[in-house]
């Protein structure tokens, strides 16, 4: 017959840890015996050693009591559907630690890597931070709205960052953002953003410099932001639309 302290030894498990079995009823506790001692016979070694494997294949306690109980298929069924649970539990707790993860990598947080990967040549092109933000803040109701498309619109926009005029614009719109509404370069900036869209539409079809499939209060969003946060924008579209083109977010030609 083994004490307390021999039976929790050769389970593997500590003392307090019997103790608590006990108190949870998971573990029959044995009578004193004429000398005060609580004694323990092989069974119960086997039975501790069952409880502290299913405890810590983080079976719920409440549920280990019910397979201790269980027969050999009941306790295979309840078995797999624990495995499965864990799985699940598993597969969200893998996606919480990349969501942490991205807190980490500021515009990761909000927008898709394919997103992310166009702010980042925007910046390798030297695009000014106001510029870099503006284009940010637009994508993102764009992604909440419509992630399966959002892909799609990222592989354009770096499609397009590969021609050198519009790297050029954007970098020098970022300079304009400390223009007055009224500066004289502001026209010359209309003159060519308007001569290079129309070649583009001229080129690959409107669609490819206007169509991003948003819906029209989503549009006027994204534009109230642009013009909140760089006030140019407003009289830069009021220029392009003396050239024939309208709009912020989703360019169109004027009829």
Avoid: C, N
């Avoid at 103790?19 to 501790?48: C, F, K, N, Q, W």
């Avoid at 997103?115 to 106001?130: P, Q």
């Avoid at 370069?185 to 539409?201: H, I």
């Amino acid at each position: 017959m083994l004490t307390i302290g021999e039976l929790a030894s050769y389970a593997g498990v500590t003392v307090r840890t019997v103790r608590h079995y006990h108190a949870t009823g998971l573990l029959p506790e044995p009578e004193r015996d004429r000398s005060g001692y609580r004694r323990y016979d092989g069974g119960a070694v086997i039975e501790l050693i069952r409880i502290r494997t299913l405890a810590g294949a983080g079976v719920p306690l409440a549920r280990v009591r019910e397979l201790l109980r269980a027969d050999p298929d009941e306790f295979a069924a309840a078995v797999a559907d624990i495995d499965r649970r864990l799985r699940a539990e598993i597969a969200e707790r893998r996606r919480r630690r990349e969501r942490i993860a991205r807190l980490t990598s500021g515009d990761g947080l909000v927008l898709p890597p394919e997103v992310v990967g166009v702010l980042d040549r925007l910046r390798a092109l030297g695009v000014d931070e106001r510029i870099v933000r503006l284009e940010r803040d637009g994508w993102i109701p764009l992604a909440a709205q419509a992630p399966e498309r959002t892909v799609e619109w990222a592989a354009r926009k770096r499609e397009q960052l590969a021609d050198p005029r519009l790297a050029d614009f954007y970098r020098t719109f970022g300079r304009a953002l400390d223009w007055a509404a009224g500066d004289p370069r502001l026209e010359g900036l209309a003159d060519r953003v308007a001569d290079y869209v129309t070649r583009v539409a001229d080129e690959r079809g409107e669609d490819y410099v206007g169509d991003i499939g948003v819906a029209p209060p989503l549009v006027a969003l994204m534009d109230a932001l642009a013009f909140d946060t760089a006030p140019p924008a407003r009289r830069l579209i009021e220029l392009l639309e003396e050239r024939g083109w309208t709009g912020w977010t989703r360019l169109e030609r004027v009829d």
